[in-house]
Structures are given as C-alpha cells and as structure tokens.
C-alpha cells in the first residue's frame, strides 16, 4: 500500500513591516497512511471533490510530489479572530507512478 503524509505550515500574525520568510510553526498532520486516510484525517475533507484550491510542486504536472492546500484554514475562527493562516501539503509516495500522480492530480482539479 502507497503510503501518503501531510503536513502543515502555520504563520501567526507579524507587525507591518517585518519579512516573513519561514513557517512559525510546521511538522507533520499524519504520516504513512492510504490516500483516502491522508484525505479524511490529514486534510480533513471527507471527498476529494470537496478541497479547496491546490498548486503541485511543478508545473508542467510531470513527477509531482506533493500538493499544497494554501489558506487551509480560510474562514475559520481561528483564522478570521487571530489571523493565523495554515497550509497543508499532501505527500505522495517515491514508490507512486507518474499515471498515479496525474490521476491524483485531477482528483483534486488541477490539469495538465
């Protein structure tokens, strides 16, 4: 079994001004778990269809390995009182075939 992890990156409000270059706080949701667990419990979406926008690592779509959920957290209470903003980032495998990484891909709405 493929074996998929996600991530997370947060970033906490800043005074105006001040470069933000790295995450405040990041690390792993899950780790080696099936696509549809690294769906349901890493992103927190029960379909696919469901997601928010995503971008992959590349572009052409050519050996992507991961996709990035950019303002994951987008409307939240957490988002909209205290301005922390999270990503989340889905992981594939080494061992996926590239026909496997395009066909996630367009799981989730992207096109080659």
Do not use: Q
């Amino acid at each position: 079994m493929a074996k998929f992890s996600v991530t997370f990156e947060r970033y906490f409000p800043h005074d105006d001004g001040e470069d933000i270059c790295e995450a405040d706080e990041s690390g792993f949701v899950i780790e080696d778990v099936s696509l549809r667990e690294a769906v349901w419990l890493g992103l927190e979406y029960r379909e696919a269809s469901w997601a928010g926008a995503c971008e992959a690592d590349c572009w052409p779509l050519r050996g992507v390995r991961w996709l990035t959920f950019a303002c994951w957290n987008d409307c939240t209470r957490e988002n909209i009182e205290r301005g922390i903003s999270e990503s989340r980032s889905l992981h594939f495998p080494d061992t996926l075939t590239e026909s496997s990484r395009r066909r996630i891909c367009r799981l989730f709405g992207l096109k080659a």
